[in-house]
């Protein structure tokens, strides 16, 4: 059987999807790792850090927002210290809180955005906007659009890949097609013993040769009368592409040749099938296969990132992912993939630096202000772009909104984000719908 992806990207789109594509313009990258944070991470207490806020702690600020002073319980707001020192690292200094010892030390290839925001303050909505650039209705999701434009390099793998444990927030819309052709919708991949269902061959490869030779010359005598149907001709190389991923799929997922250092590097034990160290080993293990965009969604069995119980709960949360990222990052950059893979690491919006009483343990959604970075192809390493306010509300320097980050991702790849574009209904659709700029700062 083959995956969801794969099959849609035959019957739809033919040998087309089976290809690479021109872009506009020469690409620094090849190829996306996208990290995900489902949630909220909190930018004042990882990567943005703000003295006024612990200085001010527990002043009272105004609530003039509409999103906070007609919330019920915000009559009053309270500024929240952050809970983590920061620190300098790396030869660019940039600093990190200590909740990320280890991806710290790789500042010096990462470049951190501390003035990203959003449209939204919901789950749903932010996080179907941070993937599709539409933040109320479905519509294709970034992994679709880079391999919408460039195609893929590999026939027997698809060309985007979701590696998550279980859905989050937006569920499949978060890398579905949409109206863009089946081709391009991300396949997902659940961590375990069997990360890809019914890929197994059932009967012994010489036969499978002959069985299928038999059934390209009848789809071939059937095609004769037919020579427009595209449908057919793609079902037919569907049957071939199946064949190949019998091979493909299981040597991406077997780690049994990586090393024991590199598989400390990730935080894994040999022989294990999950947690955040098994996506980021999966994601390398992908691109150097040739997959386009690989994106992996942190929803492990220590929950998501939205703290407004207790922001403690970031201290297990970032455990589970800093030793992986950084393994991902040095391992990438030591292979010399990291020259051509654009990493970027996100979150869906930050959390406030204020709540309703200024001993409360947690904080709430925050859309005004969030930090994310990149690293990699075209990425320039070691700088910080853009500020908050002193306490970390708005994002007042060179503010970067989510259509800003997505046109920049999409010129590391070799598009012009306003002309990678795709009708449907009667109009012409892109990522960054009617807004965008590109963040030059962050290019090398």
């Known amino acids: 059987m083959l995956l969801p992806g794969i099959m849609q990207q035959l019957l739809a789109d033919g040998d ?29 207490d990882t990567w943005d850090p703000k003295p006024a806020l612990t200085r001010d702690h527990g002043k009272e600020i105004k609530a003039d927002h509409p999103e906070i002073k007609d919330r019920p319980g915000y009559e009053k707001i309270y ?29 010096d290839d990462i470049a951190v955005i501390r ?11 932010a996080t179907l906007g941070m993937h599709t650039g539409s933040f109320s209705f479905a519509r294709p999701s970034l992994g679709s659009w ?12 698809p060309g985007f890949v979701v590696i998550a444990p279980q859905q989050t927030y937006a569920g499949t819309q978060v890398y579905a097609s949409d109206f863009l052709p089946g081709a391009y919708q991300g396949t997902l991949v659940v961590p375990g013993q069997t990360p890809v269902e019914n890929v197994a061959a059932r009967i012994p490869t010489d036969r499978q040769q002959l069985e299928l030779a038999a059934l390209n010359a009848m789809n071939a005598q059937h095609l004769k009368s037919r020579a427009n149907d595209a449908m057919l001709t793609a079902r037919m190389k569907s049957f071939e592409t199946a064949f190949g991923m019998q091979m493909a799929v299981p040597d991406a997922f077997d ?17 294990q099938t999950t947690g955040f160290g098994w996506q980021c080993l999966a994601a390398r293990r992908l691109v150097e296969r040739g997959v386009r965009f690989v994106e992996l969604i942190d929803t492990g069995s220590s929950g998501n990132w939205d703290a407004h119980g207790d922001m403690m709960s970031h201290v297990g949360l970032a455990k589970n992912v800093d030793l992986p990222i950084a ?33 409360a343990k947690g904080r709430e959604h925050h859309p005004w202000a969030f930090s994310s970075w990149l690293a990699g192809a075209g990425v320039k390493p070691g700088i910080v772009h853009g500020a908050t306010d002193e306490h970390g509300l708005r994002a007042v320097e060179k503010p970067v909104h989510v259509n800003d980050f997505h046109a920049t991702i999409l010129h590391l790849m070799g598009f012009d984000h306003e002309r990678l574009t795709y009708r449907h209904a009667g109009r012409d659709y892109r990522l960054t719908d009617v807004a965008g700029n590109v963040v030059r700062d962050v290019l090398s």
């Open 327 to 359: 393994g991902l990052l040095q391992d990438l950059k030591r292979s010399g993939l990291l020259d051509d893979t654009l990493v970027v690491w996100t979150t869906e919006f930050g959390r406030t630096p204020f709540n309703n009483t200024a001993d």
């Open 146 to 157: 880079v391999t919408y434009g460039m195609g893929t390099m590999n026939r027997n793998l």
């Open 255 to 271: 780690f049994s040749q990586e090393k024991d250092d590199t598989l400390a590097s990730y935080g894994l034990q040999r022989n």
């Open 79 to 107: 500024l929240k210290r952050p809970q983590w020192e920061f620190t300098s690292h790396g030869r660019c200094g940039t600093e990190v809180s200590t909740l990320f010892p280890e991806t710290a030390k790789c500042v």
């Open 115 to 125: 003035s990203m925001h959003t449209s939204h303050s919901n789950h749903y909505n």
């Open 16 to 44: 087309n999807a089976l290809t690479e594509h021109q872009t506009h313009f020469a690409p620094k990258a090849r190829r996306v790792i996208f990290l995900f944070m489902t949630g909220g991470v909190s930018h004042v």
